[in-house]
């Protein structure tokens, strides 16, 4: 067999970038129209050239997308290169190379996938993707042999998967077995793409005539934001945290000794549960500042059973100075009092003399009051604000999603622990939807207490 060479368009820096790339993850993308598809198949083709025997699987949620924009175009990229039998969905080089191409519109396509074997995965719009069959379809990555194992995936913000994707590569939040050196992202709005801009210069008009939302996620590339999202209100933008405008996340400052301290808590039988500390000042305005975040379930890293639980919750109490010698409100989710699975959750509670009552657990009234809360008032002031410490609480409410099946309530198959836990603390002390400060309760801003505090030691709990 001679020599073969294929010719392809000069790529932009960013498709350069990602064609280059060699971490083990490379996620690519970040806005619409930022060149990913075709990324994904010149690195495809490139890799069956340069691999001879190399086995290649391209994933795309749907049949009609996989075949749109993947397998009619690199049929027509590698005519007489190689040949493509639709029976089997698979294009075979001369070389023995081989692109397979899949789709998965639910968890039942999955089975496609059992003891299938492949050197490098491609999952086109990833975020389309929920977590559980990311997780089945990388597990088809392995091999003994010399060929590189690599995960390409090319996503936007917004979607199913938005979740996973920002933690792995956007946020670097690893759980234990997962390597943040191993994960890059490539960043490719629009404007990287030359050819999309060239061909169609009125798309990026379309883009920008977006609701803000829309705009911010799909012309910008904003991860912090997409349709869909639970909690709209809850930013956290340290530019305006420094004007002290529009934040929720501040840097943590000493809890004044007389501010009342209020202890939240949600199990999560076989998921993560989340106990939360809150102070109010003077004006009812709630601060998370710390938080206890662990695993119960058995496929979720360290199993912490209750006895561990609340015997931890007891030491930060007795220890942490801002808790130490405090009365402490506690409020929990009424199912912890359940003794129908066995011994009641509450009973290991009462043995390490963590204490709580029920909480009211409506919730759409407790949703709204967390919109409350979170609402800003014409100062730029919400009723509530977090301690950057509490990474948990911070990574989980942005990410949360409406219902399908009940438009106004959460989808509960996220993970919503800190959710619930913020729920029950603030239907224990719910507010009116509006409170304007006025002359007589505004007093000392709280956030000044900042300015004389520069030295902080940070109590962090996982």
């Not at 999952?123 to 091999?143: H, L, N, S, W």
């Not at 409406?402 to 836990?421: C, G, N, R, V």
């Not at 224990?428 to 939807?433: E, K, L, T």
């Amino acid at each position: 067999m001679g020599k073969v060479t294929l010719q392809i368009p000069r790529p932009s820096p960013r498709q350069e970038l990602f064609l280059a790339d060699t971490h083990r993850y490379i996620a690519f993308g970040g806005a619409r129209g930022g060149g990913k598809s075709w990324a994904v198949r010149m690195k495809a083709a490139l890799m069956a050239l340069r691999y001879p025997g190399i086995r290649i699987m391209i994933v795309r949620r749907t049949y009609p997308e996989l075949r749109q924009n993947h397998i009619l175009p690199m049929i027509g990229l590698l005519q007489g290169i190689a040949a493509y039998r639709d029976s089997t969905r698979e294009m075979t080089f001369a070389d023995g190379s081989m692109i397979a191409f899949r789709y998965c519109r639910n968890i039942a396509d999955l089975d496609k996938f059992q003891g299938t074997e492949t050197d490098v995965l491609f999952i086109d719009e990833a975020t389309q993707f929920p977590e559980e069959m990311y997780d089945r379809i990388k597990a088809c990555v392995r091999g003994v042999n010399s060929f590189p194992k690599r995960i390409y995936l090319t996503c936007n913000p917004g979607g199913v998967g938005h979740g996973w994707v920002k933690r792995l590569f956007i946020d670097k939040a690893m759980k234990p077995g997962e390597n943040a050196d191993e994960y890059v992202f490539i960043r490719s709005l629009v404007t990287d793409n030359a050819a999309l801009m060239k061909s169609d210069p009125g798309y990026i008009r379309k883009l920008e005539a977006l609701p803000s939302k829309l705009r911010r996620a799909w012309l910008e590339g904003d991860w912090d934001i997409f349709e869909g999202q639970f909690f709209e209100e809850f930013t956290d933008d340290a530019a305006h945290y420094q004007d002290r405008l529009y934040t929720h996340v501040i840097e943590p400052f000493e809890v004044p000794p007389d501010w009342k301290l209020y202890r939240s808590f949600d199990f999560g039988y076989s998921k993560p549960f989340s106990c939360d500390w809150w102070a109010i000042d003077y004006e009812g305005r709630a601060y998370l500042i710390l938080q206890l975040y662990g695993c119960t379930g058995p496929n979720e890293g360290v199993k912490w059973d209750p006895d561990r639980i609340f015997r931890e919750i007891h030491k930060i109490e007795t220890e942490h100075r801002w808790l130490r010698g405090k009365q402490i409100f506690g409020v929990a989710d009424p199912s912890i009092w359940d003794a129908s699975r066995g011994e009641a959750i509450i009973e290991a509670a009462d043995r390490h003399y963590v204490f709580f009552q029920p909480g009211d657990n409506k919730r759409l009234p407790g949703w709204m009051q967390c919109h409350y809360r979170l609402a800003f008032d014409e100062d730029g002031k919400p009723m509530v604000y977090f301690f950057q410490t509490c990474k948990h609480a911070i990574r989980t409410l942005p990410l949360l999603t409406y219902s399908e099946h009940s438009p106004e309530d959460l989808d509960t198959s996220q993970e919503d622990h800190f959710a619930d836990s913020f729920r029950y603390f603030c239907m224990n002390r719910p507010i009116r939807p509006t409170l304007p400060p006025t002359a007589e309760t505004k007093g000392d801003d709280p956030l000044n207490l900042l300015a004389d505090q520069k030295k902080y030691k940070q109590y962090t709990y996982y």
